[in-house]
């Protein structure tokens, strides 16, 4: 790595608070690059689909997926990466995504169970294209990751619709029943070049039904239980310090997304964490805006076989 701090403030403080501040010196260093090994970069070239993190006009974080057919996304060298699709206009990352900006991606293969993490900067842009210059590369480990196998499909997508601060009966009924979610989140001061700074995506999985929804006062409030992960706390860090976040859901049968962003904040003593088995903590999120995409999704995936940590 080059000499930007790999952490900042939000991050270092919640490792401090969890505990895992002198353990995290010991093996970040190693584990975080400002560049993609070789098995990164062939890890990306196989995968149909890749998971993005961004920003909108109002700093607000939102998750999008993007597909293709394996070889879509391409490793230039060791710094760059290119990404061929193209992109739904009804996806936030279509509305607000520009040169300069920062972005997070994951690739994520369910049926190994691998994962890679990517922070950057998008260099260029055009309505089939995606160059990003890279930040931080590192793996993760394969934790909660549900094993499901994709299969490619030619129905089309419908038209998606905008989610309101109370989401529609449909979108509830997803979020109750998923055992997966996409977030998104974000440095204080989100920009390019800028090392810890910048937009990450990562994954979270469950049981089913692991993410509880809520009315409060008119609008959705979800509860996501933090489970035990690898220590760096990226995506809390960023919420303490930025509290915002994004959510993606999928529905694996059907296609259908839901994305959301909206105010953010970590629970550490909350009186219901006993509910969530093996939680350490939880994120709330208040929903403030969300568009449901209708078999936006072109693959359909076999029915999931639970990841060995939920046994």
């Known amino acids: 790595m080059n000499d930007t701090p790999l952490f900042h403030a939000g991050e270092l403080a919640v490792q401090q608070r969890a505990g ?6 010991g093996f970040a260093p190693r584990m975080l690059r400002d560049a993609m090994p070789l098995q990164h970069q062939q890890f990306f070239a196989q995968l149909p689909t890749l998971f993005v993190g961004s920003l909108d006009a109002l700093r607000r974080p939102w998750a999008s997926v993007l597909a293709g057919a394996p070889g879509f996304i391409d490793a230039q060298d060791a710094r760059h990466l290119r990404i061929r ?6 996806d936030p990352l279509s ?67 905008p989610e309101g601060t109370l989401l529609s ?28 700074d910048g937009v990450d995506v990562s994954h979270r999985g469950g049981r089913p039904g692991f993410v509880r929804v809520d009315t409060v006062d008119g609008r959705s409030v979800l509860t996501v239980p933090d ?25 694996y049968e059907r296609g259908d997304l839901l994305q959301l962003t909206g105010d953010a ?10 509910a969530f088995e093996g939680a350490q903590r939880l994120l709330r999120l208040r929903v403030e805006a969300g568009v449901w995409r209708p078999g936006a999704l072109p693959l359909r995936w076999s029915p999931a076989q639970l990841a060995p940590q939920l046994a």
């Open 265 to 274: 904040e970590l629970v550490w003593d909350a009186a219901e964490l006993p």
């Open 95 to 161: 509305q607000h995504l520009a040169v300069g900006d920062p972005i997070g991606l994951l690739g994520l293969e369910p049926h190994t169970r691998r994962r890679n993490r990517l922070n950057g900067t998008v260099t260029q842009l055009d309505a089939q294209r995606i160059d990003v210059e890279v930040d931080q590369s590192f793996g993760n480990c394969p934790q909660y990751i549900q094993g499901r196998a994709p299969r490619r499909v030619d129905a089309a997508a419908l038209p998606g619709r």
């Open 85 to 90: 699709a193209p992109r739904d206009a009804a």
């Open 227 to 251: 489970y035990r992960g690898n220590r760096l706390f990226n995506t809390l860090g960023n919420i303490a310090a930025h509290p915002h976040a994004g959510l993606l859901f999928i529905d």
């Open 20 to 25: 895992t501040r002198a353990l995290v010196d």
């Open 169 to 196: 009966a449909e979108a509830a009924a997803l979020v109750r029943g998923a055992d997966t979610l996409f977030i998104a989140s974000a440095s204080p001061h989100a920009r390019g070049h800028a090392g810890a």
